[in-house]
């Protein structure tokens, strides 16, 4: 099975720089991604790492840890548009294919 | 627009009703997902195609929903004889063949309403 943690909310001032967090654990590990979800709308793709380290991409980095299990977003320089629930969702190989599970998801509120 | 498309975007049905839902992916991905949403969580993996065939059902899809891909392309998810706690938004997504990228690629949503 697979356990996906991270932060339920998250408050942080505009023109700041805000960390997501999220744990998992899970066999047959096999790539992470991050997603943006607004109200009412369906995710967007942000991030996807299968190798431990830092990927840039903007305003947003994120990392991966397999060996600890652990990945953060990073979102730089925070605007207003930014606020959004955030979803961590782990690729695990399973029966030959990839199985995506996705976690409950960080709401981010961005504050003036 | 290329992206993957669901229809209807939004459907208000009376308990005990049946439902069904398209799900049309981006042209060339073999592989389809659905998942089920409800306010405030993250999406729940329902079901997965790879071209046709159905791989995985989770078992939180019950006796009661059925889901097709039966040329490899669209997909549908038909649920039977709704009940007010089906009330979720039903995300489809795709994603290309295996090796030809991992990114998962979401529609819009279907809102199902069960009143």
């Known amino acids: 099975g697979q356990n996906i943690d991270q932060p339920t909310e998250m408050t942080a001032t505009e023109g700041a720089i805000v960390q997501i967090n999220c744990t998992y654990q899970?066999?047959?590990?096999?790539?992470l991604f991050w997603y943006q979800q607004h109200a009412g709308e369906a995710p967007t793709f942000l991030s996807y790492?299968?190798?431990?380290g830092l990927e840039e991409k903007g305003r947003f980095s994120s990392f991966l840890s397999r060996s600890k299990g652990y990945s953060y977003l990073l979102l730089k320089e925070l605007q207003m548009k930014d606020s959004a629930s955030y979803l961590c969702?782990?690729?695990?190989?399973?029966?030959?294919?990839?199985?995506?599970?996705f976690g409950t998801g960080t709401k981010l509120q961005v504050i003036p | 627009d290329t992206g993957v498309s669901q229809d209807p975007r939004h459907k208000i049905t009376k308990r005990g009703q049946n439902v069904t839902f398209r799900c049309d992916p981006i042209?060339?991905?073999?592989?389809l997902y659905w998942y089920r949403q409800t306010l405030g969580q993250g999406p729940e993996f329902l079901t997965y195609?790879?071209?046709?065939?159905?791989?995985?059902k989770s078992r939180l899809l019950s006796d009661r929903f059925s889901a097709e891909r039966p040329k490899g392309s669209f997909s549908t998810l038909e649920i039977q004889r709704t009940e007010q706690g089906d009330s979720a938004m039903y995300l489809c997504?795709?994603?290309?063949?295996?090796?030809?990228?991992?990114?998962?690629?979401f529609g819009e949503g279907s809102w199902l309403t069960v009143v």
């Open positions: 997504a795709s994603s290309p063949r295996p090796g030809s990228g991992n990114t998962i690629y």
């Open positions: 899970t066999s047959g590990f096999n790539g």
């Open positions: 790492n299968v190798l431990d």
């Open positions: 969702a782990v690729v695990m190989n399973s029966g030959g294919y990839q199985k995506v599970t």
């Open positions: 042209s060339e991905h073999n592989r």
């Open positions: 195609f790879q071209n046709e065939a159905q791989l995985e």
